[in-house]
Nanobody, 128 residues
Framework: QPQLVESGGGSVQVGGSLRLSCVVSGFTTTDIGNCMAWFRRGKYSSVRATGVATIHSGGVAVYDDSVKGRFTISRDNAQNTVYLEMTDLKPADTDVYYC??????????????????WGDGIQVTVSP
């Protein structure tokens, strides 16, 4: 069973930047096509609800409209790691962010149900 561990969260002021990292163990991300993604909990949910960005092992990325131009997702397949570079942060970005893995995929979407494995989540707080 793969394990995902997030790091890099914290508190910043409006306009600041953070870089989230997620290391996957127990799964070799270079063997087959797969997706690694970031989700956020959302204001009205007690579980991870909203897709932020996802990236295929082949490099194609998909973003939610709310983060286009501000967030960049990338991955290092050799290190089994996915990153989320967050810039121009806004108070509305405050949330718990989760890393997720879809083990086998030819293309990636931000549909929650496609993902097989999840990290525990990490807090991002943006203050005015």
């Amino acid at each position: 069973q793969p394990q995902l561990v997030e790091s890099g969260g914290g508190s910043v002021q409006v306009g600041g930047s953070l870089r989230l990292s997620c290391v996957v163990s127990g799964f070799t991300t270079t063997d087959i096509g797969n997706c690694m993604a970031w989700f956020r909990r959302g204001k009205y949910s007690s579980v991870r609800a909203t897709g932020v960005a996802t990236i295929h092992s082949g490099g194609v990325a998909v973003y939610d409209d709310s983060v286009k131009g501000r967030f960049t997702i990338s991955r290092d397949n050799a290190q089994n790691t996915v990153y989320l570079e967050m810039t121009d942060l806004k108070p509305a970005d405050t949330d718990v962010y989760y890393c997720a893995l879809e083990r086998r995929a030819t293309r990636c979407t931000l549909g929650l149900a496609y993902y097989d494995d999840w990290g525990d989540g990490i807090q991002v707080t943006v203050s005015p």
